[in-house]
Nanobody, 115 residues
Framework: QVQLVESGGGLVQPGGSLRLSCAASGSIFGINTMGWYRQAPGKERELVAR???????NYADSVKGRFTISRDNAKSTVYLQMNSLKPDDTAVYYC?????????WGQGTQVTVSS
């Protein structure tokens, strides 16, 4: 059984920074993709960024140049450094692991960008 535990959300002013972390545990294939999705009220869940175990990354156009995804394979942990945050970044952020042809999700962490 795979578990994803997220941390790092909160309230931040526009222009501020936050760092999200997600630690995976359980039966995880060595080759996998970890990433972050977000869902704002009234909107569909969307990809923010993801990183393959070999290191390749993908970002949503809306976060390119502001967010950086990274991972520590030894700790099965993925990080999302979010800089220059905007009110439009307000959402519940979900950690995702794609492993063994299955998707696994964290419980979500709220990020609110407001003055």
């Amino acid at each position: 059984q795979v578990q994803l535990v997220e941390s790092g959300g909160g309230l931040v002013q526009p222009g501020g920074s936050l760092r999200l972390s997600c630690a995976a545990s359980g039966s995880i294939f060595g080759i996998n993709t970890m990433g972050w999705y977000r869902q704002a009220p009234g909107k569909e869940r969307e990809l923010v960024a993801r990183v393959h175990s070999f290191g390749s990354t993908n970002y949503a156009d809306s976060v390119k140049g502001r967010f950086t995804i990274s991972r520590d394979n030894a700790k099965s942990t993925v990080y999302l450094q979010m800089n220059s945050l905007k009110p439009d970044d307000t959402a519940v952020y979900y950690c995702n692991l794609f492993s063994g042809s299955r998707d696994y999700w964290g419980q979500g962490t709220q990020v609110t960008v407001s003055s």
